[in-house]
């Protein structure tokens, strides 16, 4: 079964531009949690999705957003980027989001804000 | 909110010595506790779990034990080897089995010496 893909791997934008994130769930998962690690915070919670409503958001500005479709993938944007949104962002699926459900992350892509 | 500290920060230790990660949370309602670890440049990826209606759960040579009065968990490894260097994050999942999210630890920097 293929893992959690996360497109692209590397991103080098410039202050004041948006990007997108796409991340492809596991196979038969349904939730798409979505994640800013930072070498200073760790692992920040950004939002969750299931069946492509938004049911959680962790304490990030509004110019973080995401959706999902219908077969699940999500996509995350950030708007008017700003230096200190360089980090990795991680996506992890699970069958459901509760907690009893294991999270299985993507490799991640590495935004760079110039 | 849920608050998971993590401490150290940092831990060296030789190999064939044990290696012990703690953890608190301030969510009495969490219920639900993985253990993550990261190699360099590599995906989180769960390595073990406890769910609160559990005092201490083993597995080969790691174990997590769970203190629900205290709100504090740990991670011990034992009979470390080169290969356990990584990064370990805990996390605690607070929302019950309805939606919530998972608030992570700042993570361990875990060095064993050949």
């Known amino acids: 079964k293929a893992g959690v893909t996360q497109t692209p791997r590397y991103l080098i934008k410039t202050r004041g531009q948006q990007v997108t994130l796409s991340c492809s769930p596991i196979?038969?998962?349904?939730?798409v949690s979505w994640y800013q690690q930072t070498p200073g915070q760790g692992l920040q919670f950004l939002f969750e999705?299931?069946?492509?409503?938004?049911?959680n958001k962790g304490n990030f500005p509004g110019r973080f957003s995401g959706r999902q479709f219908s077969n699940s993938r999500s996509e995350m944007n950030v708007s008017t980027l700003e230096l200190g949104d360089s980090a990795l962002y991680l996506c992890?699926?699970?069958?459901?989001?509760?907690?009893?459900?294991?999270?299985?992350f993507g490799n991640g892509t590495r935004l760079t804000v110039t | 909110g849920e608050n998971v500290e993590q401490h150290p920060s940092t831990l060296s230790v030789q190999e064939g010595d044990s290696a012990v990660i703690k953890c608190t949370y301030s969510?009495?309602?969490?219920?639900?506790f993985p253990w993550y670890k990261q190699e360099l440049g590599k995906r989180p990826q769960l390595i073990i779990d406890?769910?609160?209606?559990?005092g201490e759960k083993k597995d080969q040579r790691i174990a997590v034990t769970l203190n629900k009065t205290a709100k504090h968990f740990s991670l011990h490894i034992t009979e470390t080897q080169p290969e356990d260097s990584a990064v370990y994050f805990c996390?605690?999942?607070?929302?019950?089995?309805?939606?919530?999210?998972?608030?992570f630890g700042q993570g361990t920097i875990l060095t064993v010496h050949p």
């Open positions: 406890i769910r609160s209606n559990v």
């Open positions: 196979s038969g998962h349904r939730s």
């Open positions: 992890a699926s699970s069958l459901e989001f509760r907690g009893n459900s294991p999270l299985h």
């Open positions: 999705y299931f069946s492509e409503t938004q049911r």
């Open positions: 996390a605690a999942w607070s929302g019950g089995t309805s939606y919530g999210k998972l608030t």
């Open positions: 969510d009495s309602a969490s219920n639900y």
